[in-house]
Structure formats: C-alpha cells, structure tokens
C-alpha cells in the first residue's frame, strides 16, 4: 500500500488527518476538524486533484479501516482511526 506514489499520497492524508486544524484551511471546515473530521474537498484542495480523486483515496483507507467517515448534512468528514492504526503498526512490527 505505500509503495507506490498512491500509497505515498495515502500517507500524505493519514498525516494530515493527526493534525487537520494544522493542514487545513478554516475556511472549509465546520466545527472542530479533530472531532467532525475533514472532507474530500478540503482533501482534494490540499492535494491538488480533483474531489473524486481525493474520495477514493479516503474511500479506500475507510475500507481498510484507518479512517472513520461520518455524514453530515450533504458532506462526508474523514477522521483517523487511531485505535486501528496502533493495530496495523502493531501487526507490522510482529513481522505479519
């Protein structure tokens, strides 16, 4: 997953998402972004792809696990999942 230059951007997001009040412009957030999380659109305008890019990367590490995504209103908001992170890093360092 993080050997290639979508993995690479996948590790991007994962970093961003530990500090998005860093990351992110207020302007595109609604509450707290460590609470609500952020959207694919704030995603994609950090990344300079299109929103839909930016969705199936968010889409595919919500599939895996590492990010929660929660609907609210018309948006879906992106927050890391920490519990299963500490997980996988601890899989890895077993040797899997």
Request: proline share 4%; hydrophobic share 40%; aromatic share 6%.
């Amino acid at each position: 997953m993080m050997r290639n230059p979508s993995g690479r951007t996948r590790q991007d997001i994962l970093d961003w998402l530990k500090d998005p009040a860093a990351h992110f412009p207020a302007a595109r957030r609604q509450g707290d972004p460590a609470e609500t999380g952020v959207t694919a659109r704030a995603v994609a305008d950090k990344l300079g792809v299109s929103r839909r890019t930016a969705a199936a990367h968010l889409d595919f590490l919500s599939r895996l696990g590492l990010l929660h995504a929660r609907r609210i209103r018309c948006r879906t908001h992106y927050r890391r999942d920490e519990i299963r992170i500490a997980e996988v890093a601890r899989m890895f360092e077993k040797g899997w």
